[in-house]
């Protein structure tokens, strides 16, 4: 199994260049991959854990740790597609990829906080729709010299598009586990992206829904904690990657087992001594 790490950019991590340096340092330990969150205001759970905190913008962040890094990969953990317009992220998401040499995992979504659209002026209840609108513009625009594209929402044709990515298909990564999403999954995506799924729950939608059969990667986020005690919850029904280096590990054969190829590991953490300590932790204890 290999394994991602959160960058703390949605954590409160003062400076964008402490996460670069983060990034840095993952790619030197062996991580595979670092993540970068969104949010646009401090919605009500965000300020709650931040405060008046800065939540540095997901892009930037990867922006800045493509130019010095050369082998990590670089995903967003997720946009929130409604959030954006086709058109521009397509070039952004192109632009970046170019930048980091095909790099890019653009993990997506749809977002609950109701609060943060009314603020956007962005329709909360039709966002899965909007969703996948904007990404069938965006297979359009990577895929076609002159893209043409007629949807609900986005409408563009007769003008050159460039750049296009350097991968093809670039990897979409699909967060959430509803029924909406998995369908998303299944017409958009080229990966499963859930967040705090227990194993037992993974493995039982990977299966109902033939996910590895039809080849889909199965990469969930974790909330990840070192305990010097056991807990008394099974490892199979845990949502996170609570326990001692022991226990994690047999939760990471469990989660081998029902199909996942990563594991992006999220810990909670916005002071960098302590980051850097965690990651470290994470590599004896996953052996990478």
């Avoid at 595979?32 to 930037?60: C, D, I, M, Q």
Wanted: aromatic letters at 8%.
């Amino acid at each position: 199994m290999k394994f991602g790490l959160c960058l703390p950019n949605a954590q409160g991590a003062k400076h964008v260049r402490d996460l670069v340096e983060l990034a840095q340092e993952a790619e030197s330990l062996g991580f595979n991959s670092v993540w970068s969150s969104e949010h646009l205001f401090h919605t009500s759970y965000v300020e709650k854990r931040l405060g008046s905190a800065p939540y540095h913008e997901a892009l930037t962040v990867l922006i800045a740790a493509a130019t010095v890094t050369s082998t990590i990969r670089l995903g967003t953990s997720v946009l929130v597609l409604p959030w954006h317009h086709p058109v521009r992220l397509g070039k952004m998401i192109a632009s970046l990829d170019d930048l980091s040499a095909g790099r890019v995992n653009m993990g997506v979504g749809v977002a609950i906080t109701e609060d943060e659209y009314e603020n956007l002026n962005i329709d909360f209840h039709n966002r899965g729709d909007v969703t996948n609108d904007m990404l069938g513009a965006m297979r359009s625009l990577w895929s076609e010299d002159f893209p043409e594209y007629t949807g609900s929402y986005f409408t563009f044709s007769n003008l050159r598009f460039e750049p296009k990515p350097v991968q093809s298909p670039l990897p979409v990564y699909v967060g959430g586990n509803s029924i909406a999403a998995l369908k998303r999954l299944k017409k958009f995506g080229q990966a499963w992206h859930p967040l705090s799924i227990c194993a037992d729950d993974l493995s039982r939608i990977a299966v109902e829904h033939q996910l590895i059969a039809d080849g889909f990667k199965i990469c969930p986020r974790m909330v990840v904690q070192f305990l010097n005690e056991p807990s008394d919850r099974p490892l199979t029904g845990r949502k996170t990657l609570k326990g001692t280096p022991g226990e994690l590990r047999q939760m990471m054969q469990l989660y081998a087992e029902a199909g996942v190829s990563e594991m992006i590991l999220n810990p909670l953490i916005n002071d960098m001594s302590q980051m850097r300590e965690h990651m470290h932790q994470a590599k004896e204890v996953f052996v990478f």
